[in-house]
């Protein structure tokens, strides 16, 4: 992680606001969340301000949100953080930031889904609306969203380093998960638009189910398989059926396999971040461990299913 060396306080965000939106600076500002890429600030009631902050690679990425996601959220029926203003680099924060709406719910690493069909079906609902051809010029994926053998070789060094650290207590079965998406047939449609980052702090919850989706910093088009790999991490034991089951188009078994790896590698990364939090190292959350081992133990206990 690279930080920031200009420390980022509320009177900062309201002299950014002064400075390029002086509509907005008279809002309260208080902090919301220190993310992995951004800061969130809350603006009043109903907006928010997140300014890159741990990554060089954040930049980049609020200003894809900036040019994609406002055209995307009108169809999307959960709430999502439409950017309403972008700001510049200048002397007093040489980085560019966005102004967003804000989306009220807890993380769901924080607050787990309770309500477990309601769940699923309000997850399909949006990946169905999300998940349409994109258009030339969509950005690509960071590594992801292509066949899963071409991230065989860091699956097996993150099976490794985890195995080692005692972090995974049966690697053969998760090795076994992740050969079959390796061989499944890769996807022939279109690239469509996905969200790319769907873990359980991504995603909010409310009453039990869930309430919203942040964080639009990797979209981009792809095989849908990468974002449907989020059923076995976000939802409760059983559901993932009923999800598959809401989704549509319905998904092949081609693209469920492919999915499960997927599942497998992110629950491996969400592990790793877990471990970290535990030992009080920069970057690491302990909420992360409890999804991460629920979602390796389901895609154990299906396999070949």
């Known amino acids: 992680m690279t930080r920031t060396e200009i420390e980022i ?59 994609w996601l406002p055209d995307l959220a009108p169809r999307l029926p959960l709430p999502v953080p439409v950017p309403q203003r972008l700001g510049e680099p200048s002397d007093r924060f040489p980085r560019p930031w966005i102004v967003t709406t804000w989306v009220p719910g807890e993380p769901a690493d924080r607050a787990p889904v309770t309500r477990a069909a309601e769940a699923a079906d309000t997850l399909a609902a949006f990946l169905t609306a999300l998940h349409r051809p994109a258009p030339a010029g969509a950005p690509a994926g960071r590594d992801r969203g292509g066949p899963p053998a071409d991230r065989a070789e860091g699956f097996a060094q993150q099976l490794a380093s985890a195995t080692e650290l005692g972090l ?81 188009p319905a998904p092949d078994a081609a693209t469920l396999r492919r999915a499960r790896g997927w599942a497998v590698l992110r ?31 389901r895609l154990i206990a299906t396999a070949g299913h």
Do not use: M
Request: charged share 20%; net charge negative; with cysteine.
């Open 9 to 67: 306080t509320a009177e900062l965000v309201r002299d950014l606001l002064r400075d390029q939106h002086p509509d907005l600076a008279a809002r309260p500002v208080r902090l919301g969340a220190r993310g992995w890429d951004n800061q969130l600030w809350r603006l009043g009631d109903d907006l928010a301000v997140r300014l890159p902050w741990a990554t060089l690679s954040a930049d980049a990425l609020l200003r894809k949100e900036h040019a």
């Open 168 to 248: 995974i207590p049966d690697p053969d079965a998760v090795r076994a998960v992740w050969e079959d998406a390796a061989a499944a047939p890769e996807w022939a449609g279109p690239a469509l638009w996905l969200h790319g980052d769907l873990h359980p702090a991504n995603v909010l919850t409310a009453d039990g189910t869930f309430c919203g989706v942040i964080d639009f910093g990797d979209l981009f088009a792809g095989d849908p398989a990468f974002d449907l790999a989020a059923a076995w991490i976000l939802l409760p034991d059983g559901a993932a059926d009923r999800f598959h089951g809401a989704y549509r």
């Open 267 to 297: 629950a491996l990364a969400c592990v790793f971040i877990a471990d970290a939090g535990f030992h009080g190292r920069p970057g690491g959350k302990p909420s992360w461990g409890p999804p991460a081992h629920a979602a390796l133990r």
